[in-house]
DNA sequence: TACGCAATAT
DNA sequence: AATATTGCGT
């Protein structure tokens, strides 16, 4: 059976955006892979390894986490290379471990039929194991683009320094702008600011609907945390450190893909381990206060 | 140009 | 569910 009747035109390379893994999709890429021999790139904003083993058993040359960034472009013609020297050389190992070693390597895993990648690019034990477990195509798949968050998590800490500009700056004078130049946020962005603000102002009218009678607000009341207990859990809680910088990256050549946010300070890993993007920390996970 | 807000998308 | 984006009127 074919899905594809003629001939395509003299692509050398297909970088497609996730579709839905049906079968018909996955021999599709079949297809396109094997028939037509023509390397395909999947590219997603997220993915978890059964996810990556779905397409890259089926065909898929590599697959790329969005966003993605020019540097993971540059090295993709490797794939249209791989091609040309399995259809002109049956023997290509040699050769294919000396390009291995010549560029950076794939991001997660390549199709089983190019060459395997070699453990000597694997920095850890556990990582080496994880590419073997890849190239005998039963195993997870493990990669620090897994942990990549691609939006941002308003973390209680964050968010207390978002609440402390939004008090400073007083009601009426709070704008994402002020706002953003008084947090002192690197790489946070208006947009992002603007968004936890609009929903903020949400919260606030569901939680303090009523004004005084004499039309004025009530500022104090708005905006001191202390008089909502029901945020007191995040308020209260000390500064203990002040999230300085948060990176977003501008050269995201994947379109329509969420960005991804990662600390880019002076921090080590384990000073900063309590405002991680990691949303399945309890303590520190997502903000919910109460919207 | 920035803002605010609702609707919609991811 | 939380956050991002878009569209449109100020």
């Not at 942990?147 to 800490?157: F, I, V, Y």
């Amino acid at each position: 059976m074919s899905f594809i009747s003629g001939n395509l035109p003299g692509l050398d390379l297909i970088i497609s955006d996730v579709f839905f893994p049906t079968e018909d999709g996955l021999l599709i890429l079949q297809e396109v892979t094997t028939k037509f021999g023509i390397p395909t790139v999947i590219m997603a904003s997220s993915a978890d390894a059964s996810t990556v083993m779905k397409y890259v058993a089926n065909g898929a040359a590599d697959f790329l986490l969005k966003p993605v960034r020019i540097e993971e472009l540059r090295n993709i013609w490797q794939h249209v290379f791989r091609k040309q020297m399995r259809e002109h050389n049956n023997n290509n190992i040699m050769v294919g471990n000396n390009l291995e070693r010549s560029y950076p390597p794939p991001p997660i895993a390549m199709a089983p039929a190019a060459t395997t990648r070699t453990a000597a690019e694997a920095s850890t034990p556990q990582e080496i194991s994880e590419v073997r477990d890849i190239n005998s195509n039963n195993g997870e798949i493990t990669d620090i683009r897994d942990l990549r968050k691609s939006r941002l998590s308003w973390t209680a800490q964050l968010h207390r320094q978002f609440i402390a500009a939004v008090n400073h700056l007083g009601e009426d004078k709070a704008v994402p702008k002020k706002i953003l130049g008084i947090m002192k946020v690197k790489h946070l962005t208006r947009e992002q600011v603007a968004s936890h603000l609009q929903k903020y102002r949400l919260h606030l009218k569901k939680s303090i609907p009523s004004t005084s009678r004499d039309g004025t607000t009530l500022p104090s009341t708005a905006l001191n945390t202390q008089n909502h207990p029901s945020r007191s859990k995040y308020f209260d809680q000390d500064v203990c450190m002040e999230i300085t910088d948060y990176s977003l990256p501008k050269d995201d050549l994947s379109s329509g893909s969420e960005c991804k946010l990662e600390e880019q300070n002076d921090y080590s890993l384990e000073d900063f381990q309590d405002f991680r993007w990691d949303s399945d920390k309890q303590e520190y996970g997502p903000c919910f206060w109460n919207f």
